[in-house]
């Protein structure tokens, strides 16, 4: 059981000529960053409760704990729900926003404060880094209309709201979602290794190691309707964020203006090709497609299960196995900047 909501600063009454009370509620994951979250979420909370708003806050147990409060703050009708934590805190947050058929679940803004390692998603929307600031954000309430990704798996039944993350139909990512190697090297990475040496040397050694024992794959996928075979995979990230993990950069300013996501394939990978492949995936500027390392543009993907079980992860955390199809869902999220 995860803990009940509970109010941090309530105002009955206001002043004249003020913002209408707004509803904020606050999902804080406080072991992110070894504790350190759970003092940053502290201090962002006494700067919240200075507002005239009313304010609630729930620290979580465990990930999905997070997806089901949101998911209840949604429904309702809270005006905003904030989380505070690492990317895996604001995924889960951030799936709380949705049914299982792309659509919202209520009318409320995303808000985020960040305290974890690598902050991917506040980076590529710019959202403030600093808490103080994030606050300020929070209480300005200025927002931007942002794609969300959605991932389907099958299932052969009906499977209840508060079904584990790995065994839920539908995951939605704000993002990246990688198919192959990049669910191993997020497990491996996520191990304790970032910890000790940091964020992007702690994630290129676990590359380096997830490379070593690799097996590459084979696959026909459906790209927007067309079939196309895919040989010697190693991963296939489709994403929406320029940034995805740890340093790397995609330079997808084409797919957005389209409001498309990006592929990039890699494959074919030998001692010769894993240099000039890495230099090319972490400068973050536009490359030439190669027979290893390409990029494109899609609306959806359906890649269906082979012989062997292929792991899926979404912003750095494992949601699955093929087959999946990804694509955008249907509605657009209002993110507080």
Known sequence: MHARFSPCSVRMSRPRNRVPEMKYVVIVNPHARDGRSGKVAGRCLELLSRS????EHVEVRTFDDARVLSAEANSRDADVVVAIGGDGTINKVLNGFFDHDGRLVGRARFGVVHTGTSPDFCRSYDVPLRPEDAVEALLRRRTRSIPVGMIRFPRSSMLPADAAPETRPVSYFGCC???GLGASLAARANAGIRKRLGDTLGTFLSLLHVLREYTPWDSTAEI???QQY?????NLSVGLTPYIASGIKV????MRERDEFYLMTLRNLTLRTLVPALHRIYRGRPFANTDYLSLRGCHSITIPAGDMQIEVEQDGDPCGHLPCTIEMAK???????
């Open 52 to 55: 005239e708003h009313r304010i």
């Open 177 to 179: 979602a990688n198919i």
């Open 224 to 226: 927007d309707g067309v």
């Open 331 to 337: 509605d657009r999220l209002e993110l507080i900047y």
């Open 230 to 234: 895919m040989s010697s995979m190693f």
């Open 251 to 254: 330079a997808n300013e084409e």
